[in-house]
């Protein structure tokens, strides 16, 4: 914080923002902090020439992120860099997104294919991340879901690197996530320098996850590992496609600023930060909850994809557009109306406890 202020690096309210006062934004290098002590703790007891990599990619877009929040980059010059990360993993990991694992009864893809479909699904997962950081807790409440998840699958699959890996940035996020919604003196948002290198993870889990040479395919034969990644990211990637093509079809660039995302629903019902992170995390849990049911009935890979992908629109894109078009008399707007009003817990002592307890730390 002391940092951020020496360099006036802070998050300026403005009319799409929805805090009222500057924010400082070096909490992303407080995670990559994280992230290294507890991967150089870690490498003690265990060596993985993967985690290496990882931290190697989690650097470069810290930096880029910050340079990012200190003068801007250009859309386009971010996405080079992006796909040129991407590159780099592929190159030096061995790792891609060339098998879909009887998808659609489609196996291992051919280099022509597997290279740009890795390149252009890693930098989705990557700007997802990066537009759903509206809120207190949003981003790195879902990142910290999402590692929990894909290191749970990691570890039962006997993955050791990614299960370390995805343990280490869910550790690194949880101190964050305290301060980032319950600070007021100690608040701080992730910035971009956070959001970019998260999204970069996320990016190498699910290339693990799908890659031809997959753990978690071999030791569960039956487990969908493109609808599960599909299930952990998936409102990030079904509001961010959204999004972009709602901008295109209104004649706007895809990359031009809004209050269109689904956190934004929630906050003009009237939800508080807490609650609009809450409302939008259980939607993500709920597909994942689908998914487990799926793969637990007996599902197979396609079976499990189309129930991801089905309850993915209806949760992100079918609520978005239906709660727009509802009658605002009606019982269904007035029960989240009241639910909404119920969500507001900043004046509660149980809040004002942890405000004290984390301005103090």
């Given at each position: 914080?002391?940092?951020?202020?020496?360099?006036?690096?802070?998050?300026?309210?403005?009319?799409?923002?929805?805090?009222?006062?500057?924010?400082?934004?070096?909490?992303?290098?407080?995670?990559?902090?994280?992230?290294?002590?507890?991967?150089?703790?870690?490498?003690?007891?265990?060596?993985?020439?993967?985690?290496?990599t990882c931290i190697i990619t989690l650097t470069v877009m810290m930096y880029v992120g910050m340079v990012d929040d200190l003068l801007g980059l250009s859309p386009i010059l971010r996405l080079i860099i992006e796909i040129c990360l991407v590159g780099f993993i592929v190159y030096m990991d061995k790792t891609n997104i060339n098998d879909m694992h009887g998808l659609f009864g489609i196996g291992k893809l051919p280099v022509y294919l597997s290279l740009p479909l890795c390149a252009v699904s890693c930098v989705g997962i990557i700007n997802s991340i990066n537009l759903i950081d509206g809120v207190d807790g949003l981003s790195s409440g879902i990142c910290i879901f999402a590692c929990l998840c894909f290191g749970i699958v990691f570890c039962s699959s006997y993955d050791g690197t990614m299960a370390v890996m995805a343990s280490l940035a869910a550790g690194a996020l949880v101190p964050f996530f305290f301060h980032n919604v319950f600070g007021l003196k100690s608040k701080m948002f992730v910035g971009d320098s956070g959001t970019l290198m998260l999204g970069m993870l996320m990016s190498i889990f699910c290339m693990r996850m799908i890659d031809n040479t997959s753990l978690a395919a071999l030791n569960h034969p039956r487990l969908g590992v493109v609808a599960f990644s599909l299930s952990v990211l998936s409102v990030p990637v079904f509001d961010t496609l959204r999004v972009m093509f709602g901008r295109i079809f209104r004649g706007i660039s895809p990359f031009h600023p809004d209050r269109s995302h689904l956190h934004h629903l929630f906050i003009e019902l009237g939800f508080s930060h807490i609650g609009?992170?809450?409302?939008?995390?259980?939607?993500?849990?709920?597909?994942?909850?689908?998914?487990?049911?799926?793969?637990?009935?007996?599902?197979?890979?396609?079976?499990?994809?189309?129930?991801?992908?089905?309850?993915?629109?209806?949760?992100?894109?079918?609520?978005?557009?239906?709660?727009?078009?509802?009658?605002?008399?009606?019982?269904?707007?007035?029960?989240?109306?009241?639910?909404?009003?119920?969500?507001?817990?900043?004046?509660?002592?149980?809040?004002?406890?942890?405000?004290?307890?984390?301005?103090?730390i």
């Open positions: 914080m002391k940092m951020a202020a020496s360099r006036n690096m802070f998050d300026v309210p403005d009319s799409r923002k929805l805090q009222s006062r500057p924010v400082p934004v070096m909490g992303g290098m407080a995670v990559f902090f994280g992230i290294v002590v507890g991967a150089g703790a870690t490498s003690v007891f265990f060596n993985s020439y993967a985690l290496f609009t992170s809450v409302s939008v995390i259980s939607l993500n849990a709920f597909n994942v909850f689908c998914w487990l049911l799926c793969y637990l009935f007996g599902g197979d890979a396609t079976e499990q994809f189309i129930v991801v992908v089905v309850v993915g629109l209806l949760n992100t894109i079918g609520f978005y557009y239906s709660v727009r078009k509802m009658n605002h008399q009606r019982a269904p707007y007035r029960a989240l109306r009241w639910l909404a009003r119920k969500s507001h817990t900043e004046v509660g002592r149980p809040f004002m406890t942890m405000r004290r307890l984390m301005d103090s």
